[in-house]
């Protein structure tokens, strides 16, 4: 099975989560599939929440409406893949550079179902690059204090988020207390965000591998 075969297994897998009303929908390749799958029973839904503009084309493109959080309120489940993950259910999520409108929308779903290939389970998340969303104005001050903590910012060139504001990918990190770290990076004036998602984590990992999906589901 190749990445993207083991991407397409999984959000097949995710359909059976969806239980009708609105459904929360992450961004990138694998968030992709999903929509083309959720296109398929959309006479089941109520519509969509997107994480990002790309996401909120791709389902409008399919014929789901796509609804304001603000008029939503909660939903049962939020979809959406990971650049790291761990057995903990802690992510590094914000490779698409989604990761402040995908926490928001997160935050706003019972359940958060990551759907992600095997290659991105790991032991210790930092391996990939800690992806931070910051007001452009404080990208400076926010790249010192991020050398005193220990990590390596670089400006993500020639990229702006969908809110307006630069990325900062964090390299040489090796993150053993996800939570506490997911609180020190917010608390730096500047930064809007990071793509630590560890106080919220997942709740159900589908895990494409060679033998098929696999289910784990937060204890
Ligand atoms: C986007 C994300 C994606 O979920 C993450 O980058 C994984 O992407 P893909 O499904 O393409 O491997 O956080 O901001």
Known sequence: MTQDEMKQAVARAAIDYVKGGIIGVGTGSTA??????????????????????????????????????????????????????????HMIKGGGGALTREKIVAACARSFICVADQSKLVDVLGKFPLPIEVIPMARSYVARELVRMGGQPKLREGFTTDNG??????????????????????????????????????????????????TYNQP
């Open 32 to 89: 992709n599939y999903f929509i083309d799958e959720l296109s398929k029973i959309k006479g089941r839904i109520d519509g969509a929440v997107a994480s990002s503009e790309a996401t909120a084309n791709r389902l409008k493109g399919h014929g789901i409406q796509v609804l304001d959080l603000n008029s939503v309120g909660s939903m049962d489940i939020y979809v959406d893949g990971a650049d790291e993950i761990t057995r903990h259910f």
């Open 165 to 214: 504001n630069v990325i900062l990918d964090v390299h040489g990190l090796s993150i053993l207390d996800p939570v506490a770290l997911e609180s020190d990076i917010n608390q730096i004036t500047g930064v809007v965000t990071n793509g630590l998602f560890a106080r919220r984590g997942a709740n159900v990992l589908l895990l494409g591998t060679e033998n098929g999906v696999q």
